[in-house]
């Protein structure tokens, strides 16, 4: 996602999907998964300077741990990455003083990649990782467009299966051309929601789930889609707010400058009135050394 969209608003974007993701199941992405009962943070410990943040960590009702990554092509030493991604969580809960988890790591892959070329396993000797995939590629993506699109139209309440195909559609479309063309569409279609709050889970869920299609110019696309709905009204929010506090740290900046210069000018004050003291001082004594030197003393 360009650094814009990422580093201003992903935040925004994440915490809209997780207060309402809680409750949702993955089973319309061919995961049989227990539901979702927690969107848990990914800023997770860093085992190396370039390692990428996790997509998404959730807890399920199982009380396991699933690490979910989303990739466009299939590549054996993504395998190291996840290990890398279940090492970091592992450590977040090693300093919370909990060994005894479950992690279940999680690849989607988009439409670009089929079952049959995806090895799910990688052993070697004394480990061995199970990879839970999913392919967009088995989405029927016209079938869902046309059927999101009949029901948007006609003011049809969304079931929580379609809502769940609705924010990962962008994705079951083949090429990076076809996926950003599928995102505006299903942008467009998604403003029309009746209800405000679904819209605005859908359209945080899709810029989540569609983030690494997302380049600089397309993300400028998005800037302008999302000014509008709710989500943009959060990103505004937000931006008063974190300037309101910049406001208030610049002036207790200001203030602290104020001061200590206050205070270096009274010890300066200070400083030259001692040494105009001492200099007082030692003329006096110059003066009675030299009257006692008068006196043969």
Same mark, same amino acid.
């Given at each position: ?88 969580? @592992? ?13 279940? %790591? &999680? ?7 089929? *079952?049959?070329? @995806? ?14 995939? +999913?392919?967009?590629?088995? &989405? ?56 405000? !709050? ?9 810029? @989540?789930?569609? !983030? ?6 397309? #993300? ?7 000014? %509008?709905? *709710? ?19 610049? +002036? ?7 001061? @200590? ?34 006196? #043969?003393?």
């Amino acid at each position: 996602m360009s650094d814009d969209i990422a580093y201003q608003n992903k935040d925004i974007i994440s915490k809209v999907f997780a207060d309402n993701f809680v409750g949702k199941s993955l089973k319309v992405y061919g995961l049989d998964l227990p539901k979702v009962v927690q969107v848990l943070p990914t800023n997770l410990p860093d085992v190396s300077a370039n390692e990428l943040r996790i997509d998404n960590l959730f807890l399920l009702e199982d009380g396991t741990i699933a690490i979910i990554d989303y990739e466009s092509v299939y590549k054996e030493e993504n395998k190291v990455k996840y290990l890398n991604y279940i090492t970091r969580v @592992v450590e977040r809960y090693k300093k919370q003083g909990k060994l005894d988890i479950k992690i279940r %790591m &999680i690849v989607i892959y988009t439409a670009d990649v089929t *079952k049959s070329s @995806v090895c799910n396993s990688y052993d070697i000797g004394s480990l061995k990782l199970e990879i839970d995939s +999913a392919f967009l590629s088995e &989405i029927n993506s016209e079938e869902v467009m046309n059927r999101l699109t009949s029901k948007v139209n006609s003011g049809e309440k969304l079931t929580e299966e379609e809502l769940m195909e609705f924010i990962i559609l962008p994705l079951t479309y083949k090429d990076k051309e076809r996926k950003a063309f599928a995102l505006e569409k299903s942008f467009n279609l998604a403003k029309n929601l009746a209800d405000e !709050d679904t819209m605005t889970f859908v359209l945080a869920g899709m810029l @989540v789930f569609a !983030d690494k299609i997302i380049d600089d110019e397309l #993300g400028d696309k998005v800037k302008g889609w999302i000014r %509008m709905t *709710k989500v943009g009204r959060l990103f505004e929010a937000e931006k008063e707010a974190a300037l309101a506090e910049k406001d208030v740290l610049l +002036a207790e900046k200001d203030a602290i400058i104020a001061s @200590v210069q206050l205070e270096s000018a009274k010890a300066q004050a200070e400083s030259a009135k001692a040494q105009a003291e001492n200099a007082k001082a030692i003329a006096r004594i110059k003066e009675l050394e030299a009257q006692l030197a008068a006196l #043969g003393k």
